[in-house]
């Protein structure tokens, strides 16, 4: 009888953290911990992340000076364990896109995603939508205004599923959970 391994690639999510390199830094150490292999910061002081002993993916914020840089690319598609995900700071097109930038609304249109991983909104949100499955990391800051609690995601990645979690930064504890197998 054959046993098929089955490969996990653990990726940490963090979005708008704002100058808030010590919360940053204790959510890096805590997916890091946890198996994490590279992290992917959704833009608003992304620069936040310089130095981390990890790879880090990064998108900017839609008010970054990161995102008038036609060099820098404000959205991407990756591809993680054959899931294609889409990194950008805001789940739609915003008005300062570059013209060249990938139009969110179209790829999801076109199906050219699996995955959705976005900031901005500073709401922690798991959600599938269409067979597309969004995942919103919140924010790192202290305070916010909107009264969410500092939070960062985990997300395992296999050929068959995805098993997303947002983490509470002070606690710790899941605050959001869901899994999506392949379509």
């Known amino acids: 009888m054959m046993v098929q391994k089955v490969t996990v690639m653990k990726i940490g999510i963090v979005s708008d953290s704002h100058g808030e390199v010590e919360n940053l830094k204790d959510a890096v150490d805590w997916l890091v911990d946890g198996?994490?292999?590279?992290?992917?910061?959704?833009g608003d002081d992304y620069d936040d992340a310089e130095g981390l002993k990890i790879e880090v993916i990064r998108v900017p914020?839609?008010?970054s000076r990161?995102?008038?840089?036609?060099?820098?690319?404000?959205?991407?598609?990756e591809e993680i364990e054959g899931w294609r995900?889409?990194?950008?700071?805001?789940?739609?097109?915003?008005?300062?896109?570059l013209p060249t930038d990938i139009k969110p609304e179209e790829v999801i249109e076109r199906r050219e995603v699996e995955l959705v991983?976005?900031?901005?909104?500073?709401?922690?949100?798991i959600e599938e939508k269409g067979g597309i499955l969004y995942i919103n990391p919140g924010h790192l800051k202290k305070k916010d205004k909107k009264g969410y609690p500092p939070s960062f995601a985990s997300v395992e990645f296999t050929r068959e599923?995805?098993?997303?979690?947002?983490?509470?930064?002070k606690s710790k504890e899941i605050i959001l959970e869901r899994e999506m197998l392949k379509p």
Not at 66 to 77: A, F, Q, V
Not at 85 to 97: A, K, R, W
């Open 117 to 125: 991983l976005c900031g901005h909104t500073h709401i922690p949100k």
């Open 66 to 77: 990161y995102y008038k840089d036609p060099e820098i690319p404000n959205r991407r598609i």
């Open 85 to 97: 995900v889409l990194l950008t700071h805001t789940e739609q097109s915003h008005e300062n896109d």
């Open 61 to 63: 914020g839609v008010f």
């Open 161 to 169: 599923k995805v098993d997303a979690k947002i983490i509470d930064l």
């Open 35 to 42: 198996g994490a292999e590279k992290i992917i910061h959704l």
